[in-house]
């Protein structure tokens, strides 16, 4: 079993969020792997690199990655889910724009805003606005979830040394531009 999470960052630096997500993950499964899908990101790879909680950082360069549009990002993911058991993201809007397209195309359920991991397959997560709490236990074969960032402590951030492996980047279906963040 090989966890997958997407890394939120601004093709500088990683957001904590995505340490958040992969401290959460790690109680998944210790075989953890970062996705960093962005345009010259270099060094979100060597950040993600250094957390010693992650065992490998998928690294796509392309221009369709640099302003995380959903369309773009989620053929890429779907592309990359058969070696994975899981697939997270953080629940904000950067997991909640591209997750549900991925657990859709795959014709999985996604599990959303999960704050605490029971088993490999058994979440606890948020109804009713937060008043009250569900376990929920997946049978999809493949999980996808998104993690609430704040239920979760960041990762160590130094000590790791995970090889950075270099992907080609999906096919986009150009049906979206970016035109501008405000």
Same mark, same amino acid.
């Given at each position: ?52 909680l992650v065992?490998?950082?998928?690294? =796509? ?5 640099? *302003?995380?549009?959903?369309? +773009?990002?989620? $053929?890429? %993911?779907?592309? #990359?889910? &058969?070696?994975? =058991? ?5 629940? *904000?809007?950067?997991?909640? +724009?591209?997750? $549900?397209? %991925?657990?859709? #195309?795959? &014709?999985?359920?996604q599990v ?71």
């Open positions: 079993m090989t966890v997958l999470v997407i890394a939120e960052h601004d093709n500088v630096n990683l957001k904590t969020f995505s340490l958040n997500a992969i401290n959460a993950v790690s109680k998944i499964d210790l075989n953890l792997h970062v996705l960093v899908a962005g345009s010259k990101c270099e060094n979100v790879c060597k950040e993600v690199a250094a957390v010693p065992k490998k950082v998928l690294h =796509s360069d392309s221009e369709n990655y640099k *302003n995380y549009l959903a369309e +773009n990002l989620t $053929p890429l %993911v779907v592309k #990359l889910a &058969d070696k994975y =058991s899981h697939i997270a993201a953080s629940a *904000n809007t950067f997991g909640k +724009n591209f997750m $549900p397209r %991925v657990a859709a #195309l795959l &014709d999985i359920s959303s805003d999960i704050i605490k991991v029971n088993s490999p397959d058994t979440f606890v997560r948020p109804i009713y606005a937060g008043n009250a709490f569900a376990t929920v236990k997946s049978n999809d074969k493949k999980k996808c979830i998104t993690i609430r960032p704040t239920s979760f402590d960041p990762a160590p951030t130094s000590g790791g040394s995970a090889p950075i492996e270099k992907i080609d980047a999906a096919e986009v279906p150009n049906i979206s531009k970016f035109i501008k963040k405000e």
